[in-house]
């Protein structure tokens, strides 16, 4: 009698290689005609604490209880524009149709690129007809955060949402200064994560895929732990879904829906006793997240608007106690 079993591992997030970059990119961001503003932000992670708070959510079982959630902190500085791109549609997608630098960028940017010499002409940009989308190049500071060891900013681009013309005017006006986190973000806000997991380098096929390791028999006559066949005779090659050691870990991972919980600038609120694990203490403004982003201690993440939210219904949130229990251990 011929056995049936569901395959070990998932293909969906197929070929697990390695992350290009360690910086997490975002291709697209959700539509946005409010006031302007930027639609994403970056920070990054100190680790993981839990709330108690009301839950509001209406559909919910325990709702107007006192719930306890998991919560992600992250330490987010402000960011600094450092220019600003408009795109044009085109048959082969969008393209730069003219970008303008600040001329008051740090001088640590300039390890991560080359600084442009001029910053560029204002009035240009503005002439240009047929903007499809406006966007800003920010860098981060983490400089300002003593328990991140890397002092040369991380740079990416941020689409600025509103109207072409409003988003166009807000660029210009922010074109060199900071940006904090309660410009673009409020509490209670769903938003997508994104960030590069956690690396784990090269891993066999038990581990990395979650396949059955063989038995004792076959385990020393094979002498290792490994999937018991890598096909059959026709078609004669390996297929992609056969299970095989490789990298595992330090992947582009994205996290939808979760919930920013509290916005605020004191980060002793949030530090545990004794500081959080390999990180220490908080001393710029932070950001709560609700349950688990990916990547260890000090990743880079960025925060998107979310751009499929969820249905469900919420009425505000009321924090009772934020954890500041030792994560020592002791």
């Known amino acids: 009698m011929k056995t049936h079993r569901p395959r070990r591992g998932s293909m969906g997030f197929s070929p697990r290689k390695r992350a290009a970059s360690i910086i997490p990119k975002f291709k697209s961001w959700p539509e946005y005609d409010g006031e302007p503003k930027l639609l994403d932000f970056a920070g990054y992670k100190a680790g993981m604490t839990h709330v108690v708070m009301i839950d509001d959510r209406k559909n919910s079982l325990s709702y107007g209880e006192e719930i306890v959630i998991p919560v992600t902190v992250l330490e987010v500085p402000p960011v600094k524009i450092a220019g600003i791109r408009v795109y044009k549609k085109t048959q082969y997608g969008l393209q730069i149709a003219g970008e303008v630098w600040s001329d008051k960028l740090d001088e640590k940017l300039g390890k991560r690129i080359r600084l442009p010499g001029k910053s560029g002409d204002v009035s240009k940009l503005k002439s240009i007809e047929n903007i499809a989308e406006v966007r800003v190049i920010v860098y981060t500071q983490p400089y300002k955060i003593p328990s991140i060891p890397k002092k040369v900013p991380d740079l990416m681009e941020v689409k600025v949402g509103g109207s072409i013309e409003e988003a166009l005017d807000y660029a210009l006006s922010k074109l060199g200064s900071e940006i904090s986190i309660t410009e673009v973000f409020k509490e209670g806000t769903l938003v997508d994560v994104a960030s590069i997991t956690?690396?784990?380098?090269?891993?066999?096929?038990?581990?990395?895929?979650?396949?059955?390791?063989?038995?004792?028999?076959?385990?020393?006559?094979?002498?290792?732990?490994?999937?018991?066949?890598?096909?059959?005779?026709?078609?004669?090659?390996?297929?992609?879904?056969?299970?095989?050691?490789?990298?595992?870990?330090?992947?582009?991972?994205?996290?939808?829906?979760?919930?920013?919980?509290?916005?605020?600038?004191?980060?002793?609120?949030?530090?545990?006793?004794?500081?959080?694990?390999?990180?220490?203490?908080?001393?710029?403004?932070?950001?709560?997240?609700?349950?688990?982003?990916?990547?260890?201690?000090?990743?880079?993440?960025?925060?998107?608007?979310?751009?499929?939210?969820?249905?469900?219904?919420?009425?505000?949130?009321?924090?009772?106690?934020?954890?500041?229990?030792?994560?020592?251990?002791?």
Request: hydrophobic residues 30%; positive net charge; proline residues 6%.
């Open 198 to 330: 956690k690396g784990k380098g090269l891993q066999g096929v038990v581990k990395r895929w979650g396949v059955i390791s063989l038995n004792e028999k076959y385990a020393r006559s094979s002498k290792g732990r490994r999937i018991g066949c890598l096909g059959p005779w026709n078609p004669h090659h390996i297929r992609p879904t056969v299970p095989q050691a490789g990298q595992m870990g330090f992947h582009h991972r994205t996290e939808y829906n979760k919930r920013i919980l509290k916005i605020g600038g004191n980060g002793e609120e949030v530090t545990p006793n004794g500081g959080f694990v390999n990180y220490g203490v908080v001393r710029n403004d932070y950001v709560l997240i609700s349950g688990s982003v990916p990547g260890p201690v000090k990743r880079l993440v960025r925060v998107r608007d979310a751009i499929r939210p969820l249905k469900a219904k919420f009425e505000g949130i009321n924090l009772l106690y934020v954890s500041n229990s030792s994560k020592q251990g002791r």
